[in-house]
């Protein structure tokens, strides 16, 4: 994905785009841990790396720690390539709604926090600083829309962060979760829309609840 990288620091945490080959291998052993062995969503891997196919032209923003310890990321897939509404998950998707491929377009995917945070409400403020650099990502890559599938408890989260993304669709039960298909308009549904310093952004977002047994998107 041709994307101009950001680098920010908030609260002794940098988020920066993931773009050297040793911090790919951290997001995909990560995004293992989480997505094959915690939530067993995808089949687990012998390498201990979660990779598919969209990891070849995705980008991926990450939340490091002071001493270089990846904490979250980010996967942002470009329109310009395949979506994965437009297959795995199109049965999230409403018959008849058309897709946005325009250039100002990502979908989010593989949005992940470490589940080894020690502390109460780390994962909660890492989240919001995730957020915070994924929201200077789209300004510096003038990206408007993204699209998400998200478990539905963590879509009300999301909501109440002021992230007010629109269903797309029904939605669909995953005993025992049921997820949903959203669109995001950064430029007017975000908490830092009307932000006209990147630097003013506030360091804190409002949680209805602890994250830590949340899940995220897929």
């Not at 996967?75 to 998707?93: A, K, T, Y």
């Not at 510096?140 to 007010?164: D, S």
Request: aromatic letters at 10%.
């Amino acid at each position: 994905m041709n994307d101009q990288a950001i680098h920010l620091y908030e609260e002794g945490c940098q988020v920066r785009s993931i773009e050297s080959e040793e911090e790919l291998l951290l997001a995909y052993r990560l995004r293992h841990q989480v997505y094959c062995d915690i939530l067993g969503w995808v089949p687990p891997n012998p390498t201990g790396l979660e990779i598919d196919r969209y990891d070849s032209f995705a980008t991926s923003v990450g939340l490091f720690s002071e001493e270089n310890a990846l904490l979250g990321l980010i996967r942002l897939l470009p329109s310009s390539q395949p979506f994965m509404l437009e297959s795995e998950f199109s049965d999230l998707v409403a018959p008849g709604y058309r897709i946005r491929k325009e250039a100002d377009t990502v979908e989010i995917t593989r949005l992940t926090i470490t589940p080894f945070s020690k502390g109460k409400g780390l994962s909660s403020r890492y989240l919001s600083i995730l957020l915070k650099g994924l929201y200077q990502w789209s300004v510096v890559n003038e990206i408007r829309y993204a699209y998400l599938e998200v478990e539905k408890r963590f879509w009300r989260v999301l909501q109440f962060m002021g992230f007010l993304s629109t269903p797309i669709g029904q939605g669909k039960c995953l005993p025992p979760l049921q997820f949903c298909q959203n669109i995001l308009d950064m430029k007017i549904h975000c908490p830092f829309a009307d932000v006209k310093d990147l630097g003013d952004l506030p360091a804190g977002l409002p949680f209805l609840h602890p994250i830590e047994d949340l899940p995220l998107t897929v």
